[in-house]
T-cell receptor, first 113, second 114 residues
Framework: DTAVSQTPKYLVTQMGNDKSIKCEQN?????MYWYKQDSKKFLKIMFS???????INETVPNRFSPKSPDKAHLNLHINSLELGDSAVYFC????????????FGPGTRLTVL | KNQVEQSPQSLIILEGKNCTLQ??????????LRWYKQDTGRGPVSLTI?????NTKSNGRYTATLDADTKQSSLHITASQLSDSASYIC?????????????FGKGTKLSVKP
């Protein structure tokens, strides 16, 4: 009954590689997000996306790209990985309307060597 | 500049005691304020969401307050339990539709000791 799931949970890779993290939600939400949590535990929003609109945080390098095959999925593709990309990446989905309550996935710990 | 400041950065309390975490923000316009609990190695979980007109909201032993005039919020935990050990994150939404403009605090790390 996992509401928001991510795969893989851990990802270790070499600098320069391209990798993807998958996210799926079964809540029927229209909006999904990707967040990065650095070593200091600070959460930063990277993207928000619904069927109609992609909003990109301007500080996110263009090596990062969200890809949504359908409303229930928002995958994160990262090109040319760098050491500084090492972090925990969280996917979330949200209700629409007044509260826009977000439900987070369990996170993917990415380590770039 | 839109900012959310939380205090203290970390806190250690004994099991059974109460505690209060603080959140000050300068986000404008203001839509709502949320408190999340994040256990180690897991994603954040929503505790409360309050809009401008809501002064207090409870979720079990968690009670959040909001003073929109002074732009301050607090999260009060009553009769703490070991399972309350986690990071508590204050997030302010600056409006802007369903995507909003979410400004995150850096969190308060709470440790509850037996």
């Amino acid at each position: 009954d996992t509401a928001v799931s991510q795969t893989p949970k851990y990802l270790v890779t070499q600098m320069g590689n391209d990798k993807s993290i998958k996210c799926e939600q079964n809540l029927g939400h229209d909006t999904m997000y990707w967040y990065k949590q650095d070593s200091k535990k600070f959460l930063k929003i990277m993207f928000s996306y619904n069927n109609k609109e992609l909003i990109i945080n301007e500080t996110v390098p263009n090596r990062f790209s969200p890809k949504s095959p359908d409303k229930a999925h928002l995958n994160l593709h990262i090109n040319s990985l760098e050491l500084g990309d090492s972090a925990v990446y969280f996917c979330a989905s949200a209700t629409s309307g007044r509260y826009n309550e977000q439900f987070f996935g369990p996170g993917t710990r990415l380590t770039v060597l | 500049k839109n900012q959310v400041e939380q205090s203290p950065q970390s806190l250690i309390i004994l099991e059974g005691k109460n505690c209060t975490l603080q959140c000050n923000y300068t986000v404008s316009p203001f839509s709502n304020l949320r408190w999340y609990k994040q256990d180690t190695g897991r994603g954040p979980v929503s505790l409360t969401i309050m809009t401008f007109s809501e002064n207090t909201k409870s979720n079990g032993r968690y009670t959040a307050t909001l003073d929109a005039d002074t732009k301050q919020s607090s999260l009060h935990i009553t009769a703490s339990q070991l399972s309350d050990s986690a990071s508590y994150i204050c997030v302010v939404s600056g409006g802007g539709g369903s995507q909003g403009n979410l400004i995150f605090g850096k969190g308060t790390k709470l440790s509850v000791k037996p």
